[in-house]
């Protein structure tokens, strides 16, 4: 029993945040992924402490007056378009579709590392996933709103969107099922109410530890309510675990369906340069990508502003440096195979589709993708990068710039020249494309910022059980099981 | 129950006896004392952890839920639903012809059927968790423990054992716990 038990350390106080670099030479082996010799309560103070500190960080205070003010820019220009029309957008004939459905599909995407994050690498085993899972399935959550309101307000009579739901109406008509349109609205409805069920459950343990520890009773009350009065029995455990492995195993195959959806809504179109049989694999690929660049640009600064440098640790986000570089790398190869498949199929509107979106008057948002998606995450080779803040936050706001750039290209340029050259029309944004992307960012980033406010944004309860000397030792277990007479009772 | 036992006198004038706590800070001495629990015969009683810790399972000998084959029969229930729904919507009250494709057809609606298995399924997991583990639950007896409150969901290991239990008696069961190699604190809960 090399370790002590976390209980019985001296506390560590608050303010203490010291960087350790736990990344290891060998990466076979498992770091510690909680440094600084922590106790249970440290861990807990630490987090708590982001919910109940009096007064919060000045830059937090910023980011929040920034974000909400685009919010509210937002708000007002989605009450403009609903009651003038989307006419106020760039988009037009043949360009149907442009920054609406850039947002939609970069901010689905991004919200496609939080399920990653919480369900495929909890199938894993991935341990460190539990630093940073909460935070990232929130992530999720607010990401996939942002998303789902561009193709509503886009519908142009949104109050009509209930059409898209197989409601019986007046007209006794149905919605369409063969339509990829219609598989979106079931694919990313469903998505978001696993995820949010999936967050929330998560949360419930991280709940009753912040109602214990509340010392106002409208936070005990609103606390305790939250919590379902959990009270950490096992009994509960049992079941909830195996909810916990269910959902994730449920939102495994859910959230690559949900950009396959996605991609299907170009595949299965007959535009050059949408209709591919990559789309599928290589828009999960993306998503994965930009959401984990997405990850480290949020938790870099919400790690320093909150001093949570021993438990998001340079190991997790080295972890995330190597997901961004391995997906880089799957991102770039289905940039080349498209151009290699649009030659080796000999059909010219194909061939030409590819040349114009590297020559043409895009080209330079396609080189912009190149740069950001293809170039920079090759930094990620080079450990002193990805053990850098400052590298890594290059990289991923590179990253995040890089695969709305991605969207855009592959929207903009084949919706503006397809087959007949008579057809061809060129889309600019207006200031409300503009201001409705940065607005969209705002709401992002005060929802964001509201949820480190009022919810533990590290999975307490999670990191506790991989902390060293938490679990207990299997050769004390099998002893004493031995003794017990385990084979008995089971 | 202690209502149809005691005396109704007793119930009145005196505090009822809720339950035992007994109070942990090793994880390893926790779980043999959860063993010992399990073979003395209490059938009433829980462990409260902080985080789930492994082997706690069999150490309390408990079985393993039911809740994965209600999950599976809500998948089927999903997928079967989102058949019968395309099928009688697209292809049956309404049939539509659509750029030529057929009215039903299996690969145009296998992407919804996916989804509501995943969604039905998804919902009775949720809703199955909180039934199976009888939440929102806002009462219990641990909770008039001030040192639960403080260590419970942070640092500490309990184990109650309640009131309803046929083998609870409040002085055996205090000394019962107090015997466990390892425990910090026992004290008897009361209304």
Redesign the interface.
Known sequence: MSTV????RPHAPLSQTVEIDNTGANPTMQPQLVTGGL???DV?DKVCNVVERKDMPLAWKIALGISALWALVFVVLVVYLISTGIGIWGNNIPVAWAFDITNFVTWIGIGHAGTLISAILYLLRQRWRTAINRFSEAMTIFAVICAGLFPAIHVGRIWLIYWVF?IPNQQ?????????L??DV??VS?YF??SL?FWF?GMI?DL??L???ATTPIRKLVY??LS????????????????YL??AA??T??VL?VHS?VS?DFATSQLPGWHTTIFPPYFVAGAIFGGFAMVLTLIIPARSMFGLQNIITMYHLESCAKVILATGWMVGYAYTLEFFIAWYSGNPAETFTFINRATGPYAWAYWTMIFCNVLTPQLFWFKRFRTSIWSLLFVAIAVDIGMWFERFVIIVTSLSRDFLPSSWGHFTPTWVDICMLIGSIGLFMTLFLLFTRFLPMVA???I??VMD?????HS??NE??EL???GA?? | MSETTAPVAQVVDQPRSLAILAEFTNVDQFLAACRNVRDAGYEKWDAHTAYPVHGLNEAMGLKPTFLPFIVLGAGFTGFTFAVWLQWWTNAHDYPLIISGKPMWSIPANVPIMFELTVLFAGLTTFLGMFVFNSLPKFYHPVFHSARFEQHAMTDRFYISITEDDPLYDPPRTMRFLEQQAGQTNVEELLA
Not at chain 1, 5 to 8: A, E, G, R, V, W
Not at chain 1, 172 to 180: A, G
Not at chain 1, 469 to 473: F, M, V
């Open positions: 038990f976390p209980t019985f106790t249970f309560q807990t197989p006794n008509v149905w919605p369409q099922f063969r339509s990829p219609l598989w079931f694919a469903t109410l696993v069920m459950m343990p009753a530890t109602r214990d520890r305790g309510l379902m009065g959990w009270r950490g029995s096992n009994r509960q455990w049992l079941v909830y675990e195996k909810a269910l959902l449920l939102s195959p859910l369906s959806v299907f307490m309860s999670e506790r059980g000397g938490a679990q207990p030792h004390a277990y004493h099981a017990a007479g385990e009772h089971v």
